[in-house]
């Protein structure tokens, strides 16, 4: 009786978790006028087969002045990858082109504008250190936030 108990139990946390699940594989965040993402910590599930992070520039000044994107790396690879994106400049929308070190990148944008990335976690690790930043140059020192893979 007590194990019967038991299987309902999880077959309803099942049922109940399955929609946490598909959110947890799509993200949207914010960036205004200033260097800042309005989400400090992302956490997504590695049952997703892809993730979808989604990037509105909610603020005014356009992408030459305040441009923003969305680009995750290890934590460890945040300096040199923001490092060489600005090297690589604007017309690359600073990222260098096949950067290895980059798992995921959106465009910059500027106020008024979105974006988006899809990416496979199939290649990250759970537990990982990750770091999503901006690469326009001087952001990714202030701008950047954590992103986590949860099992
Ligand atoms: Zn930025």
Redesign the pocket.
Same mark, same amino acid.
């Given at each position: 009786m007590k194990i019967m108990f038991r299987i309902t139990a999880l077959l309803f946390a099942a049922a109940v978790a399955q929609p946490v699940l598909a959110a947890d594989c799509e993200f949207t965040v914010g960036?205004g006028d200033l260097?800042k993402f309005d989400v400090a910590e992302m956490s997504a599930s590695a049952a997703c087969s892809t993730v979808k992070v989604t990037l509105n520039h909610v603020g005014n000044l356009n992408a030459q002045v305040? #441009? @923003?994107?969305w680009v995750l790396a290890k934590t460890s690879d945040v300096q040199g990858v923001a490092g060489d994106g600005m090297t690589a400049g604007a017309a690359s929308g600073y990222v260098k082109s096949g950067d290895a070190r980059v798992i995921a990148a959106t465009a910059?944008i500027g106020g008024g504008e979105s974006t988006s990335v899809e990416f496979s976690v199939a290649d990250l690790v759970v537990g990982g250190d990750y770091t999503f %930043?901006?690469? %326009?140059p #001087? @952001?990714?020192f202030v701008?950047q936030g954590k992103f986590k893979l949860d099992a």
């Amino acid at each position: 009786m007590k194990i019967m108990f038991r299987i309902t139990a999880l077959l309803f946390a099942a049922a109940v978790a399955q929609p946490v699940l598909a959110a947890d594989c799509e993200f949207t965040v914010g960036a205004g006028d200033l260097l800042k993402f309005d989400v400090a910590e992302m956490s997504a599930s590695a049952a997703c087969s892809t993730v979808k992070v989604t990037l509105n520039h909610v603020g005014n000044l356009n992408a030459q002045v305040m #441009g @923003h994107n969305w680009v995750l790396a290890k934590t460890s690879d945040v300096q040199g990858v923001a490092g060489d994106g600005m090297t690589a400049g604007a017309a690359s929308g600073y990222v260098k082109s096949g950067d290895a070190r980059v798992i995921a990148a959106t465009a910059i944008i500027g106020g008024g504008e979105s974006t988006s990335v899809e990416f496979s976690v199939a290649d990250l690790v759970v537990g990982g250190d990750y770091t999503f %930043f901006c690469t %326009f140059p #001087g @952001h990714s020192f202030v701008m950047q936030g954590k992103f986590k893979l949860d099992a």
